[in-house]
């Protein structure tokens, strides 16, 4: 058979088969309720974008493990680099001793942040990690009680990061009280900021404004040009930080290291997770030094900055800054105009196609009725066609592939997408 990384989708029966369908059974007994999943795939292996399940049904993936496997599932050089570290040291706790590992990388990210302020590192786990540390450093550095964010904006489920999300109600339900004093304003609208400041939200008792560049769980959203710059103005006006949320739109994904950098903006505190290991579980949150003030004991992690994650990081990077980020800008303008000219064959099925490099969604449903129903409907045929999509926001599919992205999947991907939509135009 073709080798997993250069084959297409290949569907051999009924999903999920007979290995994948007794798994299903298996999880249904031991597993959280509380995970979502879309369709009934039980992964065996992976290479580049492509997948395998139990019963060896080959899917093309347009998910990269929720925007994480940005340079590919298992790529040789980051496995390589995993194998090396793990054969020397896989733990000693970079909060009470000192590791080369963890050094190397937080000097890379502290050259990569956009300023000319040098910067600081702090390792969490994963994003919420990353976005409880930077609530904890901006109120400790300016003394001051309250956040704000944005509606639709995920940020993460513990609890200072389900404070600041406001993207669904499940997130939200059953779990008050909350952390204090967060406000949210509209997403893409200064307006709605400053109205804020001028009622509820006094300015001078704002510790940070938390935003992603690019929201992600709300929908894929691109905000208008003057939205961040016009963020970077009012809190250097306030002396509040701006605390970016690049957790799933950093590392390449957008065609540049970080979805800021799109529009010229410095971040106080940046956070970051999902495709900086590659797969490993790793967080940061990257600070101006004069900024990252706190005290030794603080704030640490145990398991945050684990030599092996910093060694799969180190080598995700030079991979993305050498080669993949110039992928993500080529393979995603192919995306896009693939999916626009699907928008033109199918106007009453495609509200929208909008994003960077390839971070990219598909609004779906007539400009006068936006369509969750048929949204979960498209991811699902695609699953059954051999493509992996995921759903955001109230009405959209996402599309994160891996940033090594062939033209060729490229294709097959709007291909299948295409074959989707005509069966709904026919049978509905």
């Known amino acids: 058979m073709i080798a997993l990384y250069r084959d297409g989708p290949r569907i051999l029966g009924a999903l999920p088969g007979p290995k994948s369908a007794a798994w299903l059974e298996r999880d249904a007994k031991v597993m959280s309720p509380s995970y979502t999943r879309m369709y009934p795939l039980v992964v065996r292996r992976a290479r580049g974008a492509m997948i395998e399940d139990l019963d060896g049904n080959r ?20 496995t390589a680099a995993i194998r090396k570290q793990s054969g020397r040291l896989v733990h000693m706790s970079g909060t009470d001793f000192y590791y080369t590992p963890q050094v190397r990388l937080a000097e890379r990210l502290a050259r990569l942040a956009p300023g000319s302020e040098s910067k600081r590192v702090f390792y969490t786990n994963s994003g919420a990690e990353a976005i409880e540390a930077a609530l904890k450093l901006a109120r400790h550095h300016t003394g001051r009680p309250r956040a704000m964010a944005f509606l639709r904006a995920f940020h993460g489920r513990t609890y200072g990061a389900m404070a600041l999300s406001a993207s669904k109600p499940i997130h939200r339900r059953g779990f008050a009280p909350f952390v204090p004093e967060v406000h949210h304003a509209r997403y893409g609208d200064l307006e709605s900021v400053e109205t804020l400041l001028k009622t509820t939200c006094p300015p001078d008792e704002l510790a940070a404004i938390f935003v992603e560049p690019i929201q992600g769980e709300g929908g894929y959203i691109v905000p208008p040009g003057d939205f961040l710059p016009g963020l970077r103005k009012l809190c250097d006006k306030n002396g509040a930080l701006l605390v970016l949320d690049e957790i799933q739109s950093g590392i390449g994904r957008t065609g540049r290291m970080f979805a800021c950098e799109h529009w010229n903006v410095e971040a106080d505190i940046m956070c970051l997770a999902k495709g900086i290991a590659n797969g490993l579980p790793l967080g940061a949150i990257v600070a101006r030094a004069s900024v990252m003030d706190w005290p030794p004991g603080s704030h640490a992690s145990t398991f945050g900055g684990n030599p092996v994650a910093c060694a799969a990081a180190i080598e995700t990077l030079k991979l ?41 969604g598909l609004e779906i449903g007539s400009p006068e009725a936006p369509s969750a129903e048929l949204r979960d409907k498209i991811i699902d045929r695609a699953f059954h066609r051999g493509l992996l999509l995921l759903p955001c926001g109230p009405t959209t599919v996402r599309f994160c592939p891996p940033l090594c992205l062939t033209s060729r999947q490229v294709d097959i991907g709007v291909q299948i997408v295409g074959d989707v939509l005509k069966d709904l135009s026919h049978n509905e």
């Open 320 to 360: 993305v800054e050498t080669k993949y980020m110039q992928n993500a800008r080529v393979r995603g303008e192919e995306l896009r105009l693939g999916l626009r000219r699907l928008q033109s064959e199918h106007p009453t099925l495609i509200r929208d196609v909008r994003g960077l490099g390839l971070m990219i």
């Open 59 to 78: 899917f093309l993936d347009f998910t990269a493990g929720i925007a994480v496997t940005n340079v590919g599932h298992c790529h040789p050089k980051v």
